[in-house]
């Protein structure tokens, strides 16, 4: 059996346990008068700081041509097998001679470490700051090239939770 | 007389065993304790572990040594800062990597950060089991000051893949001493608050005090460190005792349990050595903000390959919640051939069938509570 001694004695008032609460009550009602800390999630969204590690994106030439050129370094790099690349031939002449014709990340796997940015040569795959896309099924939580590089197009133009909060209606997850 | 008869109108107490989890508030995660009870009295508690098992160690010898880290973090996820840290320390032990001075002093602020956000998560949760739900809210609200400087400076907010093999994966950002050291002024008024609703209010004191001690002789045997071990007063900061990384440069003290309420060793000891250690985390992340080199790359030291020597190595460090150790024998590889993680918490709670017995049902949530367990680091 474990030691069992009791050196604490409360007083006679102590055990009314209504003085205890009161004080506490008092600390808790100075609190009203300070600035409140939380933010209403949904109306109002939380800016992450820049370099925050969300959602992926796949980044364009100024052309419209895309930078990744299929040579699975990102997918190399990451510790939990969450990219699959298909390369293939490019179609155009002048340029880089691979492209990816797939281009698959699974988020459900995808622990954000951010090695892929990393280890990426043409600073293709990018980390954005989106982190609301959570969804219901599983098969949507697989993005493939085309959602990559729509979610480039949200967000190559500014903070999109900026945008939200000043009003503009800007979705990241429908294409997911 | 029949057999039937003679006990008749005899009401005889049995034990009964009582499932206290794995979706119990008061577990801290999935963990189910199996308690053995005399009526409200607990007379044995059986810890059923591995609910959040993942296979960490197995998963880390097919891994190379840079992409252990994000692992590393899921580990005990309170305080990932820090179990990058160690195993960062350990494998640069290994390969014998010599660090820039601004890499050390970097790390140190951002472990100390990441301590004091892993003990506000302990008294809050601490005071919620016992009851009081404004605490918890009041800490999250400055945990989630840390997680936001954090955020600034390596963009995640809780699973942070900071610190690398031979350096960081990011210089802190500008304004960053400025911003901390605003926190830390901010931070210290805090603590006094603390002490006021939570360390001695009467109710929670009552709760606490004279609860679950843990004698110096039981702890040591059950392996236990951090403030669960400091709480029984016993003197064993890997920051002071081995030091390690940049700690004796600095000016600061253990903190260890007094017995100022009830007797030694108690849950009120341990709770209190963790509000202790924040101050003195405070002390050091002051000093450090001050004594930052202003010049050097973090990622100067970072090896172009890491293929540690044939070798093996075992390298401990003190976490928010006590000894964690990496054991890793490396085959001249660029994967580990085995990865032994020592978690502290496992320890910890072993202990407790040891101090919960003779207390009863609603103790065992305030020492629950006061070990500070994570299961993340637990079950690995």
Same mark, same amino acid.
Not at chain 1, 16 to 37: H, M, Q, S, W
Not at chain 1, 84 to 110: H, M, Q, V
Not at chain 1, 141 to 170: F, K, W
Not at chain 2, 101 to 121: D, F
């Given at each position: 059996? @474990?030691?069992?001694?009791?050196?604490?004695?409360?007083?006679?008032?102590?055990?009314?346990?209504?003085?205890?609460?009161?004080?506490?009550?008092?600390?808790?009602?100075?609190?009203?008068?300070?600035?409140?800390?939380?933010?209403?999630?949904?109306?109002?969204?939380?800016?992450? @700081?820049?370099?925050?590690?969300?959602?992926?994106?796949?980044?364009?030439?100024?052309?419209?041509?895309?930078?990744?050129? %299929?040579?699975?370094?990102?997918?190399?790099?990451?510790?939990?097998?969450?990219?699959?690349?298909?390369?293939? %031939? @490019?179609?155009?002449?002048?340029?880089?001679?691979?492209?990816?014709?797939?281009?698959?990340?699974?988020?459900?796997?995808?622990?954000?470490?951010?090695?892929?940015?990393?280890?990426?040569?043409?600073?293709?795959?990018?980390?954005?700051?989106?982190?609301?896309? %959570?969804?219901?099924?599983?098969?949507?939580?697989?993005?493939?090239?085309?959602?990559?590089?729509?979610?480039?197009?949200?967000?190559?133009?500014?903070?999109?939770?900026?945008?939200?909060?000043?009003?503009?209606?800007?979705?990241?997850?429908?294409?997911? | 007389?029949?057999?039937?008869?003679?006990?008749?109108?005899?009401?005889?107490?049995?034990?009964?065993?009582?499932?206290?989890?794995?979706?119990? &508030?008061?577990?801290?995660?999935?963990?189910?304790?199996?308690?053995?009870?005399?009526?409200?009295?607990?007379?044995?508690?059986?810890?059923?572990?591995?609910?959040?098992?993942?296979?960490?160690?197995?998963?880390?010898?097919?891994?190379?040594? &840079?992409?252990?880290? &994000?692992?590393?973090?899921?580990?005990?996820?309170?305080?990932?800062?820090?179990?990058?840290? *160690?195993?960062?320390?350990? *494998?640069?032990?290994?390969?014998?990597?010599?660090?820039?001075?601004?890499?050390?002093?970097?790390?140190?602020?951002?472990?100390?950060?990441?301590?004091?956000?892993?003990?506000?998560?302990?008294?809050?949760?601490?005071?919620?089991?016992?009851? #009081?739900?404004?605490?918890?809210?009041?800490?999250?609200?400055?945990?989630?000051?840390?997680?936001?400087? /954090?955020?600034?400076?390596?963009?995640?907010?809780?699973?942070? !893949?900071?610190?690398?093999? =031979?350096?960081?994966?990011?210089?802190?950002? &500008?304004?960053?001493?400025?911003?901390?050291?605003?926190?830390?002024?901010?931070?210290?008024?805090?603590?006094?608050?603390?002490?006021?609703?939570?360390?001695?209010?009467?109710?929670?004191?009552?709760?606490?005090?004279?609860? =679950?001690?843990?004698?110096?002789?039981?702890?040591?045997?059950? =392996?236990?460190?951090?403030?669960?071990?400091?709480?029984?007063?016993?003197?064993?900061?890997?920051?002071?005792?081995?030091?390690?990384?940049?700690?004796?440069? /600095?000016?600061?003290?253990?903190?260890? #349990?007094?017995?100022?309420?009830?007797?030694?060793?108690?849950?009120?000891?341990?709770?209190?050595?963790?509000?202790?250690?924040?101050?003195?985390?405070?002390?050091?992340?002051?000093?450090?903000?001050?004594?930052?080199?202003?010049?050097?790359?973090?990622?100067?030291?970072?090896?172009?390959?890491?293929?540690?020597?044939? =070798?093996?190595?075992?390298?401990?460090?003190? !976490?928010?919640?006590?000894?964690?150790?990496?054991?890793?024998?490396?085959?001249?590889?660029?994967?580990?051939?085995?990865?032994?993680?020592?978690?502290?918490?496992?320890?910890?709670?072993?202990?407790?069938?040891?101090?919960?017995?003779?207390?009863?049902?609603?103790?065992?949530?305030?020492?629950?509570?006061?070990?500070?367990?994570?299961?993340?680091?637990?079950?690995?």
């Amino acid at each position: 059996m @474990a030691v069992v001694v009791k050196t604490y004695e409360p007083k006679f008032w102590d055990r009314f346990y209504l003085p205890a609460i009161l004080k506490g009550l008092a600390i808790t009602l100075t609190r009203i008068f300070v600035r409140k800390d939380t933010i209403l999630y949904p109306e109002h969204k939380h800016v992450p @700081a820049p370099g925050y590690r969300g959602l992926h994106r796949l980044n364009k030439h100024a052309d419209g041509r895309i930078k990744c050129v %299929a040579c699975e370094m990102c997918a190399t790099a990451c510790p939990s097998n969450c990219i699959t690349i298909e390369p293939s %031939a @490019a179609p155009w002449d002048d340029g880089e001679e691979r492209y990816p014709i797939k281009f698959e990340i699974n988020l459900l796997r995808c622990i954000y470490c951010g090695f892929c940015e990393l280890a990426c040569p043409k600073d293709a795959i990018e980390l954005t700051e989106v982190y609301d896309f %959570a969804n219901y099924t599983r098969d949507s939580l697989v993005i493939d090239m085309d959602g990559l590089l729509e979610v480039y197009e949200v967000t190559s133009q500014g903070s999109i939770y900026t945008r939200q909060n000043a009003g503009q209606p800007v979705k990241v997850a429908q294409q997911l | 007389m029949s057999e039937a008869l003679k006990n008749f109108g005899v009401v005889k107490a049995e034990e009964m065993v009582l499932n206290m989890g794995p979706q119990h &508030p008061s577990t801290h995660g999935v963990l189910r304790l199996r308690i053995r009870t005399d009526g409200e009295i607990v007379s044995h508690i059986e810890p059923h572990i591995g609910y959040l098992h993942r296979c960490f160690e197995k998963h880390c010898e097919n891994v190379t040594y &840079p992409q252990v880290i &994000p692992y590393t973090d899921r580990c005990d996820y309170l305080a990932s800062m820090n179990n990058n840290h *160690v195993y960062a320390m350990a *494998v640069e032990k290994l390969m014998d990597i010599e660090l820039p001075e601004r890499v050390e002093y970097i790390r140190v602020i951002v472990a100390e950060l990441q301590r004091i956000a892993s003990h506000l998560m302990a008294l809050g949760a601490m005071g919620l089991d016992l009851g #009081g739900v404004t605490p918890i809210t009041w800490t999250f609200r400055d945990r989630e000051r840390i997680l936001d400087l /954090f955020e600034y400076t390596c963009g995640a907010r809780l699973l942070y !893949n900071y610190i690398w093999i =031979g350096g960081l994966s990011h210089d802190l950002p &500008p304004k960053f001493v400025q911003y901390a050291n605003e926190f830390l002024d901010y931070f210290e008024k805090q603590i006094v608050e603390y002490d006021r609703i939570l360390t001695y209010n009467k109710i929670f004191v009552e709760r606490t005090a004279d609860v =679950g001690v843990l004698p110096v002789d039981v702890a040591i045997s059950y =392996g236990c460190s951090g403030p669960v071990l400091r709480g029984s007063g016993v003197n064993w900061d890997l920051r002071k005792n081995e030091p390690y990384s940049i700690y004796d440069r /600095f000016e600061w003290e253990a903190a260890v #349990g007094k017995g100022e309420v009830g007797t030694l060793g108690d849950c009120w000891d341990r709770y209190w050595v963790r509000v202790e250690e924040m101050r003195q985390s405070v002390r050091i992340v002051r000093q450090a903000l001050a004594q930052l080199p202003k010049e050097g790359d973090v990622h100067a030291a970072i090896p172009k390959k890491i293929r540690p020597p044939k =070798g093996e190595i075992y390298f401990r460090a003190e !976490n928010p919640k006590g000894d964690l150790g990496f054991y890793i024998i490396s085959d001249g590889s660029p994967v580990p051939y085995r990865l032994k993680m020592r978690s502290s918490t496992f320890c910890n709670l072993s202990v407790l069938n040891e101090i919960a017995r003779g207390w009863m049902i609603s103790d065992v949530v305030a020492i629950l509570g006061s070990l500070d367990i994570v299961l993340g680091e637990i079950d690995r």
